[in-house]
């Protein structure tokens, strides 16, 4: 379809104004111009794609001939599972694979002008920062906003739940253990033992903490997994378990 001129520089922002231009024409096709849109996709015809273009319009043609093409192409074919599906789900589908296509041209542009690492994370935050042609036709934008924040709640609760001086079961990092006996001050200094290998702690390992006893253990020793201990409320270790089914 369209060509580009003579390769020449491009800028983060300009490449960024391409995809925004191109995606405006892919959302107005499946959205606003949807009747025109659809009527276009006959399955009788041959391999037909959806092209958007900077200026914010679109547009349904057969793929171009030039191989390799001097753009990526979208989706090959739509026009034939029009009629196979409902068409919302038809619809969702172009959607899909436009929000793929995008991306190609988008990062195309950078790999052709020269982006370097902190250009391309620039440019697909851009880019990420605005809801996919998907969201915007299942009208799932406010949907995915919502996820997002209850992700970074989730995340949050997370969190307090590692930390061993918030409520609940104890986890990693032990504090270092408080001895009565002067005998055992020389450990005091080196830190918690694990109850059950007598191992003294590292950071690089999980540990949970006995409700019982107040004694530490690596959770690979008395098989505890984070995610298993994030839904005990009180944990007993082995010894302590035993002791109260003796009882």
């Known amino acids: 379809m369209e060509g580009i001129p003579h390769p020449f ?15 405006a024409g892919l959302i107005k096709a499946l959205t606003a111009d949807v009747e025109k849109f659809y009527q276009q996709c006959d399955p009788e015809k041959e391999n037909l794609c959806l092209y958007g273009f900077p200026n914010e319009t679109w547009e349904v043609n057969l793929p171009v001939e030039e191989v390799p093409p001097e753009l990526p192409e979208p989706a090959l074919g739509i026009n034939f599972a029009r009629d196979g599906m409902q068409e919302k789900d038809w619809l969702s589908l172009v959607a899909v694979h436009s929000d793929s296509w995008l991306l190609a041209v988008a990062f195309y542009f950078g790999a052709r002008f020269g982006f370097g690492k902190n250009e391309r994370k620039r440019l697909f935050q851009m880019i990420n920062d605005l809801p996919t042609i998907f969201e915007v036709v299942t009208g799932n934008v406010k949907q995915a906003k919502e996820q997002s924040a209850n992700q970074n709640s989730k995340s949050k609760s997370s969190t307090k739940m ?30 918690a033992t694990c109850g059950a290998c007598g191992d003294s702690y590292a950071n690089d390992e999980f540990w949970i903490c006995c409700d019982i006893c107040e004694r530490w253990f690596h959770g690979k020793c008395v098989k505890i997994t984070p995610a298993k201990a994030e839904h005990i409320k009180q944990y007993k270790c082995p010894s302590c378990s035993t002791k109260k089914a003796r009882v």
């Open 162 to 191: 590692s930390d061993p001086q918030s409520k609940g079961v104890k986890m990693s990092p032990p504090p270092k253990r408080e001895e009565e006996s002067g005998e055992e001050e020389e450990d005091d200094e080196q830190g």
């Open 9 to 23: 520089p491009r800028t983060v922002e300009e490449v960024f104004s391409d995809f925004k231009g191109r995606r």
